[in-house]
């Protein structure tokens, strides 16, 4: 009986073991390449090998071929950097790009540059280039036409990342920044520009002032000689006549106050004071 399990048994192990190596050898003999990736295949031969294996799956020779996965979606990357404008202020800048690797040459890519060639090239490139552009420009320059700057330094980073078979789709900058120092001047120019206009603003304001006082005087002095010359040529018709007027306006004004309900009759509106 014992024997019986023993060979049972060592059936079972000897199954298990052709299965499970079996399992294996399935696994080495094919690879899934997913959405967004490629595969190129390394054998032990050659190397990595010219084709490049699209979306699927792909048979292998296990155990002398292997495949090596790359993405190829759209992928976003910041490069910061300080360097200083024309002027020689300390400038912070910072890109944000949307690379891809250009499909026709991933073998290439991964022979000569690696799999992780993005932190490989990018961030040097990234370097280079926009210490180049920002030291055409000083720093009031890359405030007032940042859309300038930030698309030359667009078509001159694309193009020399395309000489490292990769495409950018998008470059943007993200923050520019100066020194404290240069950011304290900048922000006491504006608070004395500032000032400047609101002194401006108060000696326009006085001038105006000033000639409203002169040209009401001049209208009072006017109106003075007018009345003078009224007065000696009509005599007392006239000054009849602009007492008539002011106890008119008087009554108005009366008529209009919430204060006074009642103007006794023998008060002529005040009118009579100075007469005996």
């Known amino acids: 009986m014992s024997n019986v399990v023993v060979s049972l048994l060592n059936k079972v192990v000897i199954g298990s073991s052709l299965f ?3 399992t294996f050898l399935l696994t080495k003999s094919a690879c ?3 959405g967004g990736e490629r595969a190129l295949i390394w054998d032990r031969h050659n190397g990595i090998r010219d084709n490049v294996l699209s979306e699927g799956a792909h048979l ?4 002398w071929e292997k495949p090596i996965f790359m993405n190829v979606r759209t992928t976003p990357k910041q490069i910061d950097t300080e360097t200083g404008s024309k002027d020689l202020q300390t400038v912070n800048i910072s890109v944000r790009v949307l690379y891809r690797p250009n499909e026709s040459f991933l073998p290439s890519i991964a022979r000569n540059l690696g799999l992780d060639y993005d ?3 990018l961030p040097s490139l990234g370097h280079e280039v926009l210490k180049a552009v920002v030291a055409q420009y000083n720093a009031n320059e ?3 036409q940042r859309e300038a700057v930030s698309n030359e330094i667009r078509v001159n980073l694309t193009e020399r990342s395309r000489s490292f078979h990769i495409l ?3 470059v943007s900058i993200t923050h520019l920044g100066f020194s404290e120092e240069y ?3 900048i922000e006491a120019k504006q608070v004395a520009q500032q000032e400047a206009e609101r002194a401006k603003f108060v000696v326009l304001k006085a001038e105006q002032e000033m000639k409203a006082a ?3 005087a001049e209208g009072e002095a006017e109106a003075a000689r007018l009345i003078g010359e009224a007065t000696q040529k009509y005599g007392p018709s006239f000054i009849e006549l602009r007492r008539l007027e002011a106890a008119k306006e008087i009554a108005e004004t009366l008529s209009k106050s919430k204060n006074v309900v009642y103007v006794p009759p023998d008060n002529r509106l005040f009118l009579n004071l100075g007469k005996t």
């Open 32 to 34: 899934v390449v997913y």
């Open 168 to 170: 950018l789709e998008d």
């Open 183 to 185: 950011t304290h001047a």
């Open 214 to 216: 002169v040209t009401r």
């Open 20 to 22: 499970g190596f079996g």
């Open 119 to 121: 932190e490989r090239i």
């Open 142 to 144: 890359l405030i007032t």
């Open 60 to 63: 292998l020779i296990p155990f």
